[in-house]
């Protein structure tokens, strides 16, 4: 006798199967929607049918389809160097001269689509940062590299255990956008200091004492989702929109287009249409494009991002 397992009514993790979720891919572009269409282009208005959509099919194909300068920042999350399950489609762990070609190649493809005051970021776990730091170099200019605490990990006996990751963030040109303003922090304050009598540098409301502080490269305020958060789906290794909201907000504004070329279960396309940007993402894996489709859907009605409220980041545990 078989035994369903049915989830919590509390498990709020998109998990749905492809046969539930075919109105959703069909939403999706193909690759053999774009090689029947001739003189493709970024921006809806031109004629072309990129922009807002979320495309099928695996970036090396799609790439060389699309335009010079589409996008206005770029956000790229990689398979890490690790073997990992993505719904039945394994990456094996390569040796380190066989990922630093794979890099390469995803370099190589993905170059021409920013523009030329364009901004990247590559997200990297510290062994595969070492690879990525060094070739990022070569096509663009290095300008930090944030890590933050994912808060969670598995231990391990003979090593630390792992909670930590790396963004690599680096611009085409030395023009650029960085928004600093749209990206501080809220941090509670523990002695706060008046003077005159006044709060100074810090703001005094029912819930306690904060002060908005400028972002420094390690973010220790993001929560991975789980189970019970409207964002969590099974992918295996899903970004928080926190984290994608404030790459986002620090380097594009309003109207702009985010391209990301491993675009998994969504989190950036989400995040960037819940902050009125554009999007094109990239996602060979048929069930993620699936999840990602519902997540925009999900979108319309409900753009809060958990952490993210009156136009600044909360810290952890801070009631947002």
């Not at 919590?8 to 109105?23: L, V």
């Not at 523009?115 to 595969?128: A, F, I, M, P």
């Not at 420094?216 to 409207?230: G, Q, R, Y």
């Not at 929109?241 to 989190?267: C, H, N, W, Y």
């Amino acid at each position: 006798m078989f035994v369903v397992m049915r989830k919590s009514s509390r498990n709020k993790t998109i998990d749905t199967e492809i046969s539930d979720g075919k109105a959703f891919l069909e939403r999706c572009i193909s690759l053999k929607d774009l090689e029947g269409k001739k003189g493709v282009a970024c921006d809806e208005t031109a004629g072309g049918r990129l922009q807002d959509q979320i495309i099928c099919a695996d970036l090396f194909e799609v790439c060389r389809m699309i335009p010079a300068g589409c996008a206005d920042l770029m956000i790229v999350d990689p398979p890490y160097n690790l073997s990992k399950d993505y719904d039945g489609e394994t990456f094996q762990k390569m040796k380190p001269e066989q990922y630093e070609a794979f890099t390469k190649n995803w370099l190589e493809a993905t170059a021409h689509i920013l523009k030329q005051n364009g901004s990247v970021y590559v997200c990297c776990d510290w062994e595969s940062s070492l690879t990525i730091g060094k070739l990022l170099g070569e096509y663009y200019t290095i300008r930090n590299r944030i890590t933050w605490q994912r808060e969670k990990g598995r231990g391990a006996r003979s090593n630390w255990k792992n909670s930590m990751e790396d963004i690599w963030f680096a611009t085409k040109g030395d023009s650029y956008t960085f928004n600093v303003e749209n990206v501080k922090l809220r941090r509670r304050v523990i002695a706060p200091y008046r003077e005159n009598g006044k709060p100074k540098d810090w703001i005094e409301t029912e819930n306690g004492n904060f002060r908005d502080t400028h972002p420094s490269n390690f973010w220790d305020d993001i929560t991975v989702p789980f189970w019970s958060m409207k964002e969590n789906t099974a992918h295996p290794a899903q970004k928080p929109e926190k984290l994608m909201a404030r790459l986002i907000l620090a380097s594009s504004g309003q109207g702009d287009v985010i391209f990301d070329p491993f675009s998994g279960s969504g989190t950036s396309c989400v995040a960037a249409k819940k902050l009125d940007r554009h999007y094109i993402g990239v996602e060979k894996n048929s069930r993620y494009c699936v999840w990602a489709q519902q997540r925009l859907e999900m979108a319309e009605t409900d753009k809060k991002i958990q952490g993210y409220e009156d136009g600044v980041f909360w810290e952890r545990n801070a009631g947002r």
